[in-house]
Structure formats: structure tokens, C-alpha cells
């Protein structure tokens, strides 16, 4: 079983940056693909980035791309989320998520953090 914390959530203005962390409790970190995904209040969860076991590859949602940047450190079993920009639309709680293949679909992935909430005011 692999456990994955995120935290770094938190209430931003427009316009600002935040960088979210995720920590997987796996020694096996770097043959997992990572992604970011987001719920906001009362929306299905929605792919956000998608990030490969080794780094190489990333995979970015229009609604995201050029604003957010994934990154991954396999020696930390850490991944993360760079948020610059931000919009009262990225308002949502992202959720990180480990898997065999970095796809955009949600039944894909085997394991998934408890979420950190990002609220952005206008």
C-alpha cells in the first residue's frame, strides 16, 4: 500500500503562487507515474498534470498549462505542483495520485492522497 500526503494548500490572492508537495510512503517511488488532480465544490475531479516515473514527460490540462508546472524529486519520493497566476477559477482541492502510466483518466491511478484545499479571492 502506498500512502501519499499533500500539503502546501492554502488562501491565495489572484495572481499569486503556491507550490503544492507530495510525499509517497514507497521505496519504490521512481516506477510510479504522478499526476495532480482538482475537485472544486460541487464539479467532478478533473486531471490538472501528469508527470513520468522519471521525469522526462510531463502532460498539462489547457485550463493549467503555461501556469502550473509538475516536477518530481525520486530521491525525495516527492512530487509537486508549481502554481503561479492563479485564478479564483483554480479554487478546488488537489489531490495527488501514483500510478503504472501517466494518463488524464481518473480510474487509472491506484492510489490517491487525501487532498489539500487551494482557495484563490478575487
Known amino acids: 500500500q502506498v500512502q501519499l500526503i499533500e500539503s502546501g494548500g492554502g488562501l491565495v490572492q489572484a495572481g499569486g503562487s503556491l507550490r503544492l508537495t507530495c510525499v509517497a510512503s514507497?521505496?519504490?517511488?521512481?516506477?510510479?507515474?504522478m499526476g495532480w488532480f482538482r475537485q472544486a465544490p460541487g464539479k467532478e475531479r478533473e486531471f490538472a498534470a501528469t508527470?513520468?516515473?522519471?521525469?522526462?514527460?510531463?502532460y498539462y490540462a489547457d485550463s493549467v498549462k503555461g501556469r502550473f508546472t509538475i516536477s518530481r524529486d525520486n530521491a525525495k519520493n516527492t512530487v509537486y505542483l508549481q502554481m503561479n497566476s492563479l485564478k479564483p477559477e483554480d479554487t478546488a482541492v488537489y489531490y495527488c495520485a501514483a500510478g503504472p502510466t501517466a494518463t488524464i483518466g481518473r480510474d487509472t491511478w491506484d492510489y490517491w492522497g487525501q487532498g489539500t484545499r487551494v482557495t484563490v479571492s478575487s
Open positions: 508527470i513520468s516515473w522519471n521525469g522526462r514527460s510531463t
Open positions: 514507497t521505496r519504490y517511488f521512481a516506477n510510479f507515474a
